[in-house]
Nanobody, 123 residues
Framework: QVQLRESGGAAVEAGGSLRLSCEAT????????LGWFRQASGQKREGVAA????????WYADSVKGRFTITRDNAKRTVYLRMNTLKPEDTAIYYC????????????????WGQGTQVTVSA
């Protein structure tokens, strides 16, 4: 049973930065695609970023390009989301996701979900 545990969510002012972490237990190399989604109150869950170790590529939603960075540390069994220049519209619950390939994950259907961590950005 794969478990994903997010941490790092907090309340910050606009323009601030946060780094979210997601530790996988167990973390195995067959989970080649890791990503982050978010869901604001009253809105649908949307993809934020993903990292594909097979293609060696990353993907970002247009709304976060240039501000967010996704990285992966296999030694620490952790995927990170560095968020800079935060805006009030970034306020949401952020979820970690994982799958063997990125196709299903990018369509919003990953094999595994984390429990979510709250990010609140005040104006």
């Amino acid at each position: 049973q794969v478990q994903l545990r997010e941490s790092g969510g907090a309340a910050v002012e606009a323009g601030g930065s946060l780094r979210l972490s997601c530790e996988a237990t167990p973390f195995t190399y067959n989970k080649n695609c890791l990503g982050w989604f978010r869901q604001a109150s009253g809105q649908k869950r949307e993809g934020v970023a993903a990292i594909d170790s097979i293609r060696g590529s990353t993907w970002y939603a247009d709304s976060v390009k240039g501000r967010f960075t996704i990285t992966r540390d296999n030694a620490k069994r952790t995927v990170y989301l560095r968020m800079n220049t935060l805006k009030p519209e970034d306020t949401a619950i952020y979820y970690c996701a994982a799958d063997r390939v990125c196709g299903p994950l990018l369509r919003g259907k990953p094999g595994y979900w984390g429990q979510g961590t709250q990010v609140t950005v005040s104006a």
